[in-house]
Structures are given as C-alpha cells and as structure tokens.
C-alpha cells in the first residue's frame, strides 16, 4: 500500500516538471551571481571572481553566495553551457522530488489523504509555481531541510546512517547560511533528551545519545568547512557578509516588522491570486490558516517539545532578527511545510466532534484552498511570454554590444550589475538610491567606473540625475530602445 501512495504523488505531482519551465528570466539577479559562481566552478575560478562590485551602500547581495546551490549548478552548466530552461528544470526536479519527502514526512503523522492534501496545497499553489521559475537556492534548501529532517527522525544508530545525516546537514549549511538552524536543533533536541533520559529514562542511554549526536555534529561542521573554506572558498571565507546590515540601536522595531510582515507573507500565501468567483474563499482560507498554525504550534510545545518544534523555533528566530527581512515568500518557503503541519495538529486538537470531525474538517479546508488554484495554474501552464529582464531582446542587443565593443577591464554603473556581469564579462556596481550626485560621484570614481548603463523601465532617478549633470564630460555610446550606454 506504502508503495502505491509514492506512485500516486508521483503522478500527481508530475505535471510540476511542465509548469512554468522558461527560457527567461527577470531582473532579480540573485540569480546571475549564483550562476556565475558555477561557471567559475566548472572553470577552477575563485567564487568571488563575478565580476561584481560590491557596494554596501546598496547591498543586492554578498560578494559570493556559497557555494552549495552553484555546486548543483555547476553540472548543468558544464553540459547545457548558461541555459535558464535547463536550470529552470534542475529547480523542477527538485520541487518533484520534495513531494516524495513530504509524503514520508506528514505520513508519519497523518492519514495518507491528509499528507496528499498537504503537499498538493503548497506545490500547487500559484506563488511556489511562479517561484519555482526563479534560478533561486530555496527550493534545492527547502529540499535538503526536509531531507536532512527525516534523516534525523528516522535515524538509525549505525555509524553508516549518522556520518550521511553529518553529509547531508553540512552541504544544507553551504546551500544558505541560515542551515546552521539545523545542527543547534541537533543539540538542543540532544540536550533535551538528555535531561530526560537523566530524570526518566535509563542512564544507560545517555552514553550512546552523546556520542551519536557528537559523531552528527562533527561531520556536519567538517562537512562544511571542507566545502566553505577549503574547496570552494568565497570572500570572507564562503560567510555571507551580512553583518554590515546589523543594527542594534534600532533591534527592537526590527524584530516587530520582521514579525508582522512574515506574518502577512504567510496569509499571503493563501491570497493575491486569481480566483474568480472564490474570492470570498480567500477570506476565509487566510484567516483560518494563520489561526490553526498558532493553536497547532501551542499545542505541540505545551504537549512535548521535540526535534521539529526546535528546528521551527530557531529558523524563525533567525528570520525574524535578520536585519533584511523584505525577502517575500524566499524565507518563508522552507519552514512553511513545518507550518503546514502545525496547521493540521491544530485543525486535529479541536474538540468540535459533534458537530465535525477534525479529519473532515482538514480535507474540507483542503480542498477550499485547492479549488482556489484552477484559473491560475491554468494561466502559468499557458504562458509562454518572454519576462522582461536580461534575456529579453532589447536586454540581449544591449549585452551583446557591450560584450564586443568594450575593453575586458571595464566597469560598468548599472543597477543589476550581477547580471550585467554575468552575459557580458564585464565588471559591474550599482549606485544606491540614496546617493547625492556628489556621493555618485565618489563612488564611481573609487570603483574606477568608465562606462555607464541605464535603462528605462528600472534604472533610478539618481543615475539619471548624475548623468544629466555631468553631460558635459559623458557622451552617448550607443542606445537602443531601452538601454543607452554612456562613456
């Protein structure tokens, strides 16, 4: 029977394969660094050699990310060269693949339609289908916490099955910085059952409870290192460089936004979409769902804390004082099928029999979010649409003509500098949006800028401005539709 429920999320989640796989991109270039990074890969560059000039006055991003979503990167690139449909299909595969753990997961705790319900409400849902299309690292981190989670529960105690749960936490640790979550989980679940097997429990158990969580721990941090430091090691030694943003006078009002706005990303993922005639669903859909994670978090912790209620606490500490927390649905996507399954202990710890059974009262709720999707998956199968970004035509005329009119060592103002750099070979900086012209400038001038690239839909104000008053000394270049090139 076991067997059956894997085929049938199989072909339930088979059309994620189809969906929203493109040849194109938008302008988040996130994803140009992360691909430049497994160019450089395939080449034996440096991480950070992306031809990105940092700014910390307009932080788009780290020097170099690390290293563990350009490693899954890296072979498609060395195979189908920079190929956003293949990449797009690398993240596809990693979504179907993520239905198989979720099932092994909500199975444990839930009847086989219940974890059926839950996996078709997260990966069908219109944000995760638009999101799955981005070159991004939180589906592939999505997919080894949830790995690197069932590893742990279903743990055996061979020294086998504890050094491939070191592996697998370690390289989540080289995907994003923020999979440290998931060895202080480790130890915070070791310390609690340790205090509970000293008061409980045998003491014989205590022993073999540490050494398997130091052999896990070990090999997670050596893991890490190993990739971070040693093989693949990026500017500030494959740490991103964050602490820049720390602001501690204003930590307080941070920690409230961050709260209220995770909030609302959460609602609204269950809103903001096409739905017709189930707009009124969206009300209730919304509502219901942030009310039964909370019950369903309460009730678990107030029952008995384990491994995945310390998983859940410390990620949502770190995203919640994370000093830029304006990421949308990015942060919250790996922790949300830890959501998802506070949401049914919640449904299941109501006491209403009488009137609806909590098992009913899941699948109904279900499947009122489920129907929600039809008009916009329907819209994202059919769209075939080129996105404006760095692969649209006039994106590509621009790149093309700098790749071969420029000198190599040029640098070049734009305000997606990752991406420029990426189709072009050449060095890039963005302006901060808060410049003065004279702070303009200044930076340009110390990050040794010759060129100067605006285009017309995003390029700020601030560009523009420095551009008109220095007109004298700067002359057009070249220009098309959208871009124009200034020297």
């Not at 991003?61 to 299909?89: E, H």
């Not at 979550?181 to 205590?206: C, E, H």
């Not at 449904?347 to 009488?354: A, E, G, M, N, Y």
Request: aromatic content about 16%; hydrophobic content about 50%.
């Amino acid at each position: 029977m076991q067997k059956l429920n894997y085929i049938l999320v199989g072909l339930l989640c088979l059309p994620l394969l189809f969906i929203n796989i493109k040849d194109t991109h938008d302008w988040g270039d996130d994803f140009a660094q992360y691909i430049h990074q497994a160019k450089n890969i395939t080449e034996g560059k440096p991480q950070g050699e992306t031809g990105y000039v940092y700014n910390e006055d307009n932080f788009l991003g780290p020097r170099a990310y690390p290293a563990g979503f350009p490693l899954m990167l890296a072979p498609v690139y060395g195979f189908a060269g920079n190929s956003i449909y293949v990449f797009s299909i690398l993240i596809s595969v990693s979504l179907y693949l993520l239905c198989f753990l979720l099932f092994y997961f909500y199975s444990r705790y839930f009847s086989s339609v219940v974890s059926f319900l839950l996996i078709l409400i997260m990966v069908y849902n219109p944000w995760t289908l638009r999101f799955k299309g981005e070159i991004m690292s939180e589906i592939p981190f999505t997919l080894f916490l949830v790995l690197t989670t069932v590893l742990y529960l279903r743990k055996k105690e061979t020294r086998l099955s504890l050094i491939l749960l070191g592996l697998a936490g370690g390289y989540l640790i080289t995907i994003r910085n923020i999979g440290f979550v998931f060895p202080l989980a480790v130890m915070a679940d070791t310390l609690n059952q340790w205090y509970r097997a000293r008061k409980y429990g045998p003491s014989s158990v205590i022993r073999p409870l540490i050494v398997n969580a130091s052999v896990v721990l070990s090999v997670i941090f050596a893991t890490y290192l190993l990739l971070a430091f040693v093989l693949f090691p990026g500017p500030g030694g494959g740490l991103s460089a964050y602490p820049h943003l720390a602001d501690a006078a204003n930590f307080k009002e941070i920690v409230l936004r961050n709260i209220v706005y995770n909030i609302a990303v959460f609602q609204a993922f269950f809103s903001h979409y096409n739905v017709g005639k189930w707009e009124f669903a969206l009300y209730i859909t919304k509502a219901m769902m942030l009310v039964f994670v909370i019950i369903g978090i309460f009730k678990k912790i107030s029952t008995k804390v384990d491994f995945i209620d310390t998983l859940v606490f410390f990620y949502l500490l770190a995203i919640m004082v994370f000093p830029y927390g304006d990421a949308g649905f990015r942060f919250i996507l790996p922790v949300l099928p830890f959501l998802m399954y506070y949401v049914v202990v919640g449904i299941k710890s109501l006491d209403i029999k009488p009137f609806i059974k909590p098992n009913t009262l899941a699948l109904l709720l279900g499947c009122l979010v489920l129907v929600q999707y039809k008009t916009s998956v329907e819209e994202l199968a059919g769209d075939k649409n080129i996105i404006a970004g760095p692969l649209e035509p006039s994106s590509v005329e621009a790149f093309g003509y700098i790749r071969n009119n420029t000198p190599q060592q040029a640098v070049i103002a734009f305000c997606k500098p990752r991406a420029m750099a990426l189709y072009t070979g050449r060095s890039g900086i963005a302006n901060s949006d808060k410049y003065t012209v004279e702070e303009c400038q200044r930076k340009f001038t110390q990050a040794g800028v010759t060129y100067y690239l605006v285009q017309s839909e995003i390029s700020d104000q601030v560009m523009k401005d420095f551009l008109k008053q220095n007109e004298a000394r700067i002359k057009l270049v070249w220009n098309n539709d959208k871009f124009t090139l200034y020297k």
